[in-house]
């Protein structure tokens, strides 16, 4: 409050509190001054100050609100647009129609599937061959399945191998119904499906439907992606880091990559994600293990640019993928996506479990899989919300004594027993490598503790010890040991 003489009588008092009790204003020399009339110069000013600053103010609500429904109109009507209605199957109780509640402490189940189709030009240059698989759509290229946890602090991703043999219930379709059917190839109820049917809902509706019978989960939601897609979502990131283990030549999509850390552009992390030779042992099994590998480096790209909770990133992220994406109807909303990606805000990408379902060689056709009786366990901790791999608290110690052959035996060769406390082999020392996460044996044998796997150490494969079959790779093994990242 101003200075005012204390004296009552002074002639020289600043302020008189008692003829006004109106708010002052400020006058051009700063000071204070009795409220003058409507038509004075200060009232001019503040009035025009005032009009002025909310005409600004109210032109800034008004753009951003315009904006903002004119971004929530656009993708919306293309995320609609892409929306699939799943056909009610046979002996089920039909579509589950309600939306995600991202917010529900429940586990979210989703089923990922990679439609190999060369519809698009931008297809059509990602095809591998001319030949492989060449149809104008119908193919099932990749198909996982990703839990995300009830609380989102981790992620669960299990990958079924397209070659698996498995018995195919009967499925409805937009044009009738394919009877159930013994031993086929998995990915050939999508095409059948599709081909029956002549569209992509009646493939992604017998595959659902595929999967949940033969898992026995419930498949919330899924979600269709091609190469198109894929590649421009991580053109959206700026590319992804991914380490090559070895010299990777191959003719088929022309890619040749020295052994390192590398930066990898949309069009060749899909190729990477995608090709069978001139890499490891040029399989579909040891490919889906790769894909696990990319996904993972794709999170870990998306959190460390905050795209979760930078709208603008999201923004972009979105508008690169969502006209390749086809998703189940209680996903295809603005509202529930962004939801999603909020409650992924602190998810740390250091907790996605990744696994190939256990199989074994199929004893009628070696060149094709069949699930071993391992794979019941991976479907019943999905079913209970729990993790893939646990982390082994015996191990915190840096060591424990783990069953292996004689220390002669080569680990690439002969691969050695899984650790058990039953084991009659011969007891010998392990020591935990904090880093990696990896036994470390005294003969140089690696071993993940979490799935009993053991690590090629040129490559970084987790492979079965019972089966010898690909089932991951220890990316962090991969990452600081082969390419010798900090």
Known sequence: MPYQNQNSNSSHSVRNTDQNTEDD???????????????????AVKNKIFRATTLAVTAILVFA???????YINFDGKVQKNSIKM???????GENAASVDPYSGKPLNILVLGE?????????????TATEDSTEGGNSDTAMIIQLAADRSYINIVSIPRDSIVNAPACNTSKGQIPAAPRVMFNSIFAKGY???????????????????????????FIVADFAGLKSMIDALGGVDVCIPQRLDDGNTNIHLDKGMKHLDGTVATEYARIRHGIGDGSDIGRTTRQQYLIKKVIQEASKKNVFTQINQLYQLASAGIDALHMSTGLAKVPTLVGLAGTLKNFDPDKIYSQTVPIKPDPADPNRVVWTE???????KLKDGKRLTEEDSSNSSGSSDSGSSDSSDSASASPQPAPSETSAVP?????????????????????????????????????DPT?????????????????KTS
């Open 25 to 43: 204003i400020p006058d051009l020399d700063g000071g204070y001054g009795i409220k003058p009339p409507k038509h004075s110069t200060a009232f």
């Open 65 to 71: 609100a315009t904006l903002a429904a004119a971004i």
């Open 87 to 93: 056909i009610a199957q046979p002996g089920a109780e």
């Open 116 to 128: 190999d189709s060369r519809e698009g030009e931008e297809n059509k240059k990602l095809a591998i």
């Open 195 to 221: 081909n029956t049917g002549g569209d992509l809902t009646s493939a992604v509706s017998c595959t659902v439907n595929a999967v949940s019978v033969l898992t026995g989960l419930n498949i919330d939601q």
């Open 374 to 380: 391992e794979a019941a366990a991976i479907w019943k």
């Open 427 to 463: 007891q010998k020392k392990s020591t935990l490598n904090a880093q990696t996460g990896l036994l470390e044996y005294e003969d140089g044998t690696l071993q993940d503790p979490k799935t009993g796997g053991y690590v090629d150490p040129d490559t970084g494969t987790i492979s």
């Open 467 to 483: 089966t010898g079959f690909a089932i991951g790779l220890a990316d962090k093994y991969l990452d600081l040991v082969i390419c």
